[in-house]
């Protein structure tokens, strides 16, 4: 029997809609902070694929999600591409800058990646060996944008001003930039798929702080080129979009892409989403990651609410965004009960 996640992408609605959750290997776990220590640092862990592979089955074991995403980072692919990158404890990524063609003519070539990034798809390979047979492996980049936005502050920005600088003053080095990135992340996807991954998501974190043309051109399009380029190679590769807070954005977001599936975070309305975005395709989403820190009957009517809102077509319900390190695990639980229910 197909896994209930590719049926929902193949645009099945089914009785209840399957369930993981972004960054469900992650910090709120005891285990997770465990195999975290034993490998150093985070990105030790990253590269490591015995304990990589292990990281991502344990949200597996413990609730039995119906995906696992692979344990890595949207930032490796920067890195794998000449970037400096480092995590400073407490505060998030560090990388060296992309400020102009000097910067830019210094990265490596999309051919190069693969030395660094060899560990990753080991872990896949790993990991399409040790799933349960009901459990898909979803792999995963970010989207050009998104990392472009990393690679030109050094760092995260709450309004992404240094990558909107670079784009109204140099565009020729920012549209350069995202042309590698865009081809880089399609030889990444494709080498995922080849080692196991069924499903792939292009995370596309800062996707709402582009508008009108700029949406279309940096968001929508780079979706589009890199979803054709990974269906035309490994067909009927189904492909996740989330262009985070999108907004009206994610209305015709399929069409335009190619994608069988776009994500939407809890800025908009599970019942806006099925009349406007559900009609082009599966959906997935969009618990508000809060819920998994307070509980209790919120996060039980807000389950009943979403699940309800969007069982008349293709669901893989999620949270809006990422687990938070201050989730109770115990509410992980209570959401997976509620949503199976009935
Ligand atoms: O979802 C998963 O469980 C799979 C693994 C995964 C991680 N990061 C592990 C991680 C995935 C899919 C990502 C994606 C990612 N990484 C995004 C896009 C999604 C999003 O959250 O918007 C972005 C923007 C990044 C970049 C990144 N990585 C930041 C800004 C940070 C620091 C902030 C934070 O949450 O700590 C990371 C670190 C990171 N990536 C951690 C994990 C588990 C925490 C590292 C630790 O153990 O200290």
């Known amino acids: 029997m ?4 590719l049926r929902a992408l193949a645009g099945e609605t089914l009785d209840t809609p399957p369930i993981w959750m972004m ?8 285990e997770y902070r465990a195999t975290r220590a034993e490998a150093g640092d985070f990105l030790s862990l990253c590269y490591n694929p015995d304990l990589a592979t292990e990281v991502t089955l344990q949200p597996i074991r413990r609730y039995g999600f119906d995906a696992a995403i692979l344990f890595a980072d949207i930032l490796l692919l920067p890195q794998a591409l000449g970037a400096d990158l480092w995590f400073v404890t407490g505060e998030g990524p560090r990388l060296s800058t992309v400020t102009g063609p000097d910067d830019l003519a210094k990265l490596k070539g999309v051919d ?3 030395e660094t990034l060899g560990p990753i798809y080991q872990t896949v ?12 492996l979803i792999g995963f980049a970010g989207a050009p944008w998104t990392v472009a936005t990393y690679m030109i502050a050094g760092r995260g920005t709450p309004d992404q001003a240094p990558a909107h600088a670079l784009k109204a003053e140099d565009r020729a080095t920012f549209e350069a ?3 590698l990135l865009t081809k880089g992340t399609i030889e990444y996807l494709s080498r995922q798929i080849e080692a196991g991954a069924e499903v792939v998501k292009i995370f596309d974190s800062w996707a709402g702080s582009l508008s009108g043309e700029d949406f279309r051109k940096y968001a929508l399009e780079p979706a589009r080129e890199i979803t054709a380029a990974l269906k035309a190679r490994h067909p009927g590769i189904p492909v996740i979009a989330f262009p985070r807070e999108a907004g009206n954005g994610y209305v015709g977001f399929h069409a335009a892409t190619g994608a069988d599936c776009v994500a939407v975070d809890d800025s908009v309305d599970a019942a806006w989403v099925a009349e406007k975005v559900q009609p082009g395709g599966c959906v997935q989403g969009n618990l508000a990651s809060r819920h998994m820190v307070t509980g209790g009957d919120d996060l039980v009517s807000e389950v009943r609410r979403i699940r309800d809102a969007l069982s008349n077509g293709p669901h893989i319900f999620n949270l809006g965004h990422g687990i938070t390190p201050d989730a109770d695990p115990e509410n992980v639980t209570l959401m997976i009960e509620t949503l199976r229910e009935k």
């Not at 197909?2 to 996640?5: D, G, P």
């Not at 960054?23 to 005891?30: D, F, I, K, S, V």
């Open 2 to 5: 197909t896994k209930t996640i």
């Open 23 to 30: 960054r469900q290997a992650g910090r709120y776990l005891p």
């Open 112 to 114: 190069d990646i693969h």
């Open 125 to 136: 390979r790993n990991l399409s060996g040790a799933l349960p047979a009901e459990t898909t």
């Open 177 to 179: 930039l995202l042309d």
